[in-house]
C-alpha cells in the first residue's frame, strides 16, 4: 500500500499585524469620515519603521479612470501622519500631529490599487522626538510614496507639526 | 377709500448660474466617486473668471473635529482643474486637464463650510492657451483659497498639464 504524503508543517513565522495599527486604523475610522470614502486600510508597520497604506481604485477613481488625485494626496497625507502617530507612540510620546505644508508629485497615473509607504528618516525623527521631549513641540518631515508596476508613481513630502499632549 | 400700494417692481437683474457650472458639476459628480462623498458643489462662476466650490464640514472631518487635511487638498485640486477646464472651454478649446505636481500650505485650522476660490491669473491663462492653440500641449499654473473668517486658511499653488482632445 503507497502511504500518500501529509503535506510538510510550514514552519514559517507567521507575521503577525502589530497591534498599534489595530489603535490606528479605528481612529482614523471612527474620527475621519472620509477615510471610509477612500477604503483606506493599513496593510503593515514593519519592524525597519516603515508603514504601508492601500486602498483600492474603484472608489478614487477619476474622470481618466485612473486615480484622483486628491484620493492619492488623501492616502498619502494619512500614511505620514500615521507614520509620525507610530514613531512617537513607539517613543512613548502622545503628541497632537498636524500637517503644516506638503508637496506632491504627480510622475505617473494610478491604475490600479493604491499603495503608500513611509518611513520617517531615522535621524530627523530622532532630532524631532528630541525636540519634542525637550521644548514640546516640533516638525516632523516625512516622504510618502506611491508605485505603480514597480516605479514611483507619487512623491508626497509633508512636514507635520507635533505638539505634545499634557 | 384708501388704496393700497402694490410693492414696487424689482427690476434688478437676477443673476443666473452660469450653464457651465452644471455640466462640470454634473461631470465631477458622475466620474469621480469621492466628489459624493466630500459633498462639493460649485458656488459660482464669476464674470471675472473666479470659480467659486464649497463643501460642507461634517463629512469632511479629522481627527481634531476640523477640516481634514485631505478634503481640502481634494477641494482645492478640484476648483483648480475646474478653473482651467472653465477657462479652456471659453476659449473654445477641448483638452485632457490632469494636474502634474502641487504644493499646499495649512496656515489655520477651518472649522465651518469648506470654501475655495481659484481665478488663474489672466497673463498666464494667455500663455498657456496660446501654447496650446500652437503645440497641443501647454501647463497651466493657478493658486486656490480657502479663507476661515476672512482670513486666509490654505493656500494650493498646482501646475496642470493640458493636452488637446483630438
Known sequence: MIEQASPPCDTRRVTAIHPLCLELQSTWFTEIPLVAALGVEIVEYTDDGELRVR????????????????????????????SAWFALRLAGLAAQIVVAESRIEYRKAVAGE???????????????????RA???????VICGID?????AVTFAGTYVVRREK
Chains 1, 2 share one sequence.
Open 55 to 82: 486602498a483600492p481604485l474603484d472608489p478614487n477613481r477619476n474622470v481618466h479612470g485612473t486615480a484622483f488625485a486628491g484620493s492619492l494626496y488623501s492616502v498619502c497625507v494619512l500614511t505620514g501622519w500615521g
Open 114 to 132: 493604491i499603495v503608500c509607504s513611509c518611513r520617517p528618516d531615522p535621524d530627523s525623527l530622532a532630532r524631532s522626538v528630541e525636540e519634542l
Open 135 to 141: 521644548s514640546g513641540h516640533a516638525s516632523l518631515p
Open 148 to 152: 505603480t508596476n514597480g516605479k514611483r
